[in-house]
């Protein structure tokens, strides 16, 4: 079997990638000023024993506009909840769960980076977007949109936070 020039830049790419990985895990200055550059998010950042646990929630809501105008009320995205006892070994909903909250985090982060027309195009905003467009709504509704709210726990007697609130967007 030979290997061809083709094969071996996608092992150096593959590679350098999983080296990248690693180092992406280590507190370092040096190491951080790479992942700034890091414009796909392609080099992950595991925090299994976070040194600053999260203290915020992130939700996402969606509501639909029906052809007169008329506007439904908000309706949290919520991630069916139903367990049984293989979901200590496989849990597909726990990865819908994470996504959505990925999504709104970095939607979040990109708000502060950017101005909400630029964001508009941004990956996080696309799939939150398809994720809204995709949810169960009334008949005949035409058009939908979507908000990020930020609550601080839910011991918290803090009011939650609209971070933001999407353009309504035909379906």
Request: aromatic letters at 14%; charged letters at 20%; hydrophobic letters at 45%.
């Amino acid at each position: 079997m030979t290997t061809t020039i083709p094969d071996i830049v996608v092992i150096v790419i593959f590679c350098a990638w999983f080296i990248l990985s690693i180092l992406g895990q280590i507190r370092i200055d040096q190491v951080q000023k790479i992942r700034k550059k890091d414009l796909f998010s392609i080099i992950p950042q595991y925090n299994f024993f976070a040194p600053t646990p999260g203290t915020k929630d992130f939700h996402v809501l969606t509501r639909n506009k029906f052809p007169d105008g008329d506007l439904t009320g908000w309706k949290e995205v919520m991630i069916p909840k139903k367990r049984s006892w293989w979901n200590i070994v496989w849990n597909p909903y726990r990865r819908e769960k994470k996504a959505i909250f990925d999504l709104a985090t970095t939607l979040a982060k990109e708000l502060k980076a950017y101005n909400a027309e630029s964001v508009q195009i941004s990956m996080s905003y696309l799939a939150l977007l398809n994720y809204a467009s995709n949810m169960k709504r009334f008949p005949g509704t035409t058009h939908c949109q979507f908000m990020i709210m930020m609550t601080h726990g839910f011991f918290s007697g803090e009011q939650p936070i609209i971070l933001f609130t999407s353009n309504m967007h035909r379906i």
